[in-house]
């Protein structure tokens, strides 16, 4: 008995020593800068965002995105936005204009000093594969274009009283709606972040976050640094 029970241990162990292997690990640096504007119950924004990859050495995109929000209840709101993305695929060395579409909701509930929010997103986003060419000179299509992801973020911020710096933590898990292969879950994201709020109009951010691809081939686990600046107006 113990005999077989060793066995299955090193089976396992043989099992999760293959999966660090194909695992691939990187460190990024992201930034972004953003302005709002409050129209009352309607929340017009803009942002542009840059982000490396390969130890901060390779551009990984730079986007820039135009979005709306309205408050439908006090608590819940709900929006759209476009996005258009300068990304660089690394595998083909093909630097390609990705489009992507969304809409939102958005919860948010206060206990204390904690604040809950939910947040539901649905997105399409196109790719353009016409200049990606394998070494045998054949088109590579894309397997998932345009592709179809439903993202779920959990967040809870914590308000220190008497000190302008709010920490926060979040989970957000990312679903494949079109995969051919089969719907799935393809990645996972972990941020903690701290909020510096500058009198009414400046908000500054500073966050680290596990960025990890699961449920592919060759997944890449992403370590990554940022921060952020919006205006408020």
């Known amino acids: 008995m113990k005999l077989k029970n060793q066995g ?11 999966s660090l292997l194909s695992q691939t690990y990187d460190f990024g640096l992201w930034t972004t800068l953003g302005m709002e504007k409050n129209l009352g119950r309607l929340k017009i924004g803009t942002e542009t965002e840059i982000r490396l990859k390969q130890n901060t050495a390779q551009l990984d995109r730079w986007s820039v995105r135009l979005d ?3 408050s439908l209840l006090k608590r819940i709101d709900a929006g759209a936005g476009y996005q258009i993305l300068y990304f660089n ?11 992507r ?7 948010k509930y206060k206990s204390g000093n904690f604040t809950f929010s939910l947040r539901e997103r649905f997105q399409r986003t196109t790719k353009d594969d016409t200049d990606r060419i394998k070494e045998s000179g054949k088109i590579d299509t894309y397997n998932i274009n ?12 914590y308000d220190i009283p008497f000190f302008p710096v709010n920490p926060s933590i979040s ?10 292969d089969g719907n799935r879950f393809d990645k996972l994201r972990f941020t903690l972040s701290f909020n510096y709020k500058l009198k009414k109009n400046h908000e500054f951010e500073a966050y680290g976050l596990l960025d990890k691809e699961i449920n592919i081939n060759d997944p890449v686990q992403l370590y990554v640094a940022g921060v952020a600046y919006v205006y408020s107006f």
């Open 8 to 18: 299955i241990v090193f089976v396992l162990l043989v099992f999760d020593t293959a």
């Open 68 to 70: 709306a929000a309205y």
């Open 89 to 99: 695929d690394s595998k083909y060395s093909d630097f390609q204009i990705r489009h």
């Open 101 to 107: 579409t969304y809409f939102f909701l958005q919860g």
């Open 146 to 157: 345009p592709d179809l992801s439903w993202r779920n973020r959990l967040k809870l911020t």
């Open 171 to 180: 989970f957000e898990s990312f679903y494949q709606f079109n995969n051919p």
